[in-house]
């Protein structure tokens, strides 16, 4: 197993490094945009570009940078080093349950107490967050956030940049369009369309 390196240094970063310590990986530090504020307790290697002095082959990355819907620091980071020929680490918390032949493409972040049932599909930098439910048959695209607590019904799509709310329900057989936001809590029974935030039980649409 490569040793890792960690790109970013906040919260998300935190939660990925304790999964990297209990996995027993190799962390050589993580790296950020500024020295301040050092909240992990590990070495600050420098900035992006810090990375660059180690041989893509030497070493595996894990995208410790959070998913915002505001800003897309967590997809762009993961874009630049993959261009420059780097690998990301998928990464499964020792807790959570992964049912046989779920497929999990690379940089897949599964968090503490998640459950993913058979036939399910994860694709490239997608976190699924802590205690996430996700039934059987669902297909997630890049780039999504399945937040804290949220669950799935079976046969539910996901399209990339998608964020899904912490504790949100999708009922079974859903599609939930590219680069749309779903609140926390809300319940979805219908099909939300492309770049849309939808919320509430059940969820509507709203402006952006
Ligand atoms: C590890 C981690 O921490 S991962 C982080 C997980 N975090 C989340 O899942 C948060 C997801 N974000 C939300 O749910 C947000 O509230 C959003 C994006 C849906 C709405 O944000 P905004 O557009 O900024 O809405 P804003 O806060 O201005 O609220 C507008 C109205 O919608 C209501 N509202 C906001 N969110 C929700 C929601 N999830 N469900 C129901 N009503 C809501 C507000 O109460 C407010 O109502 P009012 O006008 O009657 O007072």
Same mark, same amino acid.
């Given at each position: 197993?490569?040793?890792?390196?960690?790109?970013?240094?906040?919260?998300?970063?935190?939660?990925?490094?304790?999964?990297?310590?209990?996995?027993?990986?190799?962390?050589?530090?993580?790296?950020?945009?500024?020295?301040?504020?050092?909240?992990?307790?590990?070495?600050?290697?420098?900035?992006?570009?810090?990375?660059?002095?180690?041989?893509?082959?030497?070493?595996?990355?894990?995208?410790?940078?959070?998913?915002?819907?505001?800003?897309?620091?967590?997809?762009?980071?993961?874009? +630049?080093?993959?261009?420059?020929?780097?690998?990301?680490?998928?990464?499964?918390?020792?807790?959570?349950?992964?049912?046989?032949?779920?497929?999990?493409?690379?940089?897949?972040?599964?968090?503490?107490?998640?459950?993913?049932?058979?036939? +399910?599909?994860?694709?490239?930098?997608?976190?699924?967050?802590?205690?996430?439910?996700?039934?059987?048959?669902?297909?997630?695209?890049?780039?999504?956030?399945?937040?804290?607590?949220?669950?799935?019904?079976?046969?539910?799509?996901?399209?990339?940049?998608?964020?899904?709310?912490?504790?949100?329900?999708?009922?079974?057989?859903?599609?939930?369009?590219?680069?749309?936001?779903?609140?926390?809590?809300?319940?979805?029974?219908?099909?939300?369309?492309?770049? +849309?935030?939808?919320?509430?039980?059940?969820?509507?649409?709203?402006?952006?």
């Amino acid at each position: 197993m490569l040793p890792v390196i960690l790109i970013g240094g906040g919260g998300h970063a935190k939660v990925c490094m304790d999964v990297l310590s209990l996995l027993n990986i190799q962390v050589l530090g993580y790296v950020t945009p500024d020295a301040a504020p050092p909240s992990l307790p590990f070495v600050r290697i420098g900035d992006d570009e810090a990375v660059l002095h180690y041989p893509a082959s030497s070493i595996a990355l894990v995208n410790g940078i959070g998913f915002h819907p505001e800003h897309e620091r967590r997809k762009k980071a993961y874009s +630049t080093f993959k261009d420059k020929g780097y690998s990301f680490l998928s990464i499964v918390h020792p807790s959570a349950v992964v049912a046989e032949g779920v497929h999990l493409s690379e940089g897949v972040q599964i968090m503490a107490g998640a459950i993913l049932q058979p036939g +399910t599909h994860i694709e490239e930098n997608t976190i699924v967050n802590t205690r996430a439910s996700v039934d059987h048959d669902c297909r997630i695209g890049p780039h999504v956030h399945l937040a804290p607590g949220s669950l799935l019904c079976g046969g539910v799509t996901v399209q990339q940049d998608a964020y899904i709310g912490a504790g949100a329900t999708i009922i079974q057989g859903i599609r939930i369009h590219e680069k749309s936001l779903i609140g926390a809590g809300s319940v979805v029974v219908r099909e939300v369309r492309p770049h +849309t935030k939808v919320y509430g039980v059940p969820a509507r649409e709203v402006t952006k």
